[in-house]
């Protein structure tokens, strides 16, 4: 089976088609179906099938695009005009770039294409969609909470074995450790760890 996690295809790239029907076909690259099981691309005016749409005239067949697999493509080298394969390279500059490699083709460099600089707005938000000032809002306050929480831990263990005894949850000693620390702490401490220190406070 087929398998890659290197991808030289990519959207905007000019490919030729090397096996089915169509084989020898020069078209661009629409869509590249990232799965490493079955990775596909999609080519523009390629491999056309009929699709139904539902519209509100009712239901239309529309002529698409249906996908390639990945291994059924190759690049066009922009010289040649051959389908040839794609190497990595570093320019004296330090700038990682592609260029064709194989035996038609020129070593040309091969840029990537602009629409791939190009990026879908972000819709207006909601009614449900948290506000930015919301979203940035402190809700934590750094603290000593690691000790804290083992003083509260050890007091709560403390406390129930002296209640077992039947002498009371007096705990004079930890007042002044809960005086000490701040509310963001025990904004995420546990219920019964709140409900303990209102009590000892």
């Given at each position: ?9 990519v959207r905007g790239d000019t490919v030729m088609i090397m096996a089915g029907k ?110 930015a000032e919301e979203a940035a809002r402190v809700t934590y306050v750094p603290g ?58």
């Amino acid at each position: 089976m087929f398998e890659t996690n290197r991808w030289k295809i990519v959207r905007g790239d000019t490919v030729m088609i090397m096996a089915g029907k169509e084989k020898g076909q020069i078209g661009t690259v629409l869509e590249v179906l990232r799965d490493k099981a079955r990775p596909k691309v999609k080519v523009e005016g390629r491999n056309l099938c009929m699709k139904s749409f539902r519209t509100e005239e009712g239901p239309t067949l529309l002529s698409v695009e249906a996908p390639l697999h990945y291994s059924n493509v190759q690049h066009v080298d922009p010289i040649t005009g051959k389908a040839v394969r794609i190497g990595y390279k570093y320019l004296e500059d330090g700038t990682k770039v592609r260029f064709t490699r194989g035996r038609n083709a020129s070593g040309t460099v091969v840029p990537r294409s602009e629409i791939l600089k190009q990026r879908t707005p972000r819709p207006p938000p909601g009614e449900k969609d948290t506000p930015a000032e919301e979203a940035a809002r402190v809700t934590y306050v750094p603290g000593d909470m690691p000790s804290l929480l083992r003083a509260v831990a050890a007091a709560d263990a403390a406390r129930q074995y002296s209640t077992w005894l039947g002498r009371g949850n007096t705990l004079p000693h930890l007042r002044p450790l809960l005086a000490k620390s701040s509310p963001g702490v025990w904004a995420g401490a546990r219920t019964r760890w709140r409900g303990f220190a209102a009590s000892a406070a």
